[in-house]
């Protein structure tokens, strides 16, 4: 989730404070226009890969490894929005009958479990280390409760109280677990 938004924003102002970054995404087009638009020469890398299975995280890790020899900071940023069901979702909310099977399982597999899958895969360098930062990217307790928008705001509401879990489980080893709330539709 590093070619556009939030994402992208977040790994442009790690490139200015001077952070080396890999950026993800499903397309190597938008990675390379991502690239071509940041214009930080060697300081910021993109690997295509989609954050829904756990064989794609790990070869996201992988990467980034090879790439810079280790991972400091992970931003879980990777999500599907409710425009991934319908267009005009925020002035027509979107009933349950509209939700395939196949749809709730998309969201729960990309904001879900692609977090816990790169969480779980950068954790033992992290732990070694005893150092190591990870920000998961949520959203507003408005949304995790609002009716008609599922699946988005209970599968963030899980997100948020895996991150909880995982910042206790991992204080001891000096990584630190946050999550960061946009707030509304953010640009």
């Known amino acids: 989730g590093g070619t556009r938004g939030i ?3 977040i790994a442009e102002a790690f490139v200015r404070e001077g952070a080396s970054v890999v950026i993800n995404g499903r397309s190597p087009e938008k990675g ?3 690239l071509r638009e940041m214009n930080a020469g060697d300081k910021v890398h993109f690997l295509a890969g989609d954050v829904k299975s756990r064989e794609g995280c790990e070869a996201l890790v992988k990467g980034t490894i090879e790439r810079y020899g280790r991972i400091d900071i992970l931003v879980n940023n990777g999500a599907l929005g409710m425009g991934a ?5 925020m002035t027509n909310l979107v009933g349950i009958e509209e939700i395939s099977p196949e749809t709730w399982n998309r969201f729960v597999s990309i904001n879900f479990s692609g977090g816990w899958y790169l969480t779980r895969a950068v954790v033992p360098g992290m732990k070694a280390r005893r150092s190591g930062r990870i920000i998961n990217v949520t959203t507003s307790f408005f949304t995790m409760l609002r009716g008609k928008f599922h699946p ?3 599968v963030k509401a899980g997100f948020e ?3 909880a879990g995982h910042a206790q489980e991992f204080q001891p080893y000096g990584i630190t677990v946050n999550v960061v709330v946009p707030g509304g539709p953010a640009d």
């Open 7 to 9: 994402g992208r924003a």
């Open 32 to 34: 390379a226009q991502a």
């Open 85 to 89: 069901i319908r267009a005009d979702h």
């Open 152 to 154: 988005y705001g209970p």
């Open 161 to 163: 109280a895996m991150s």
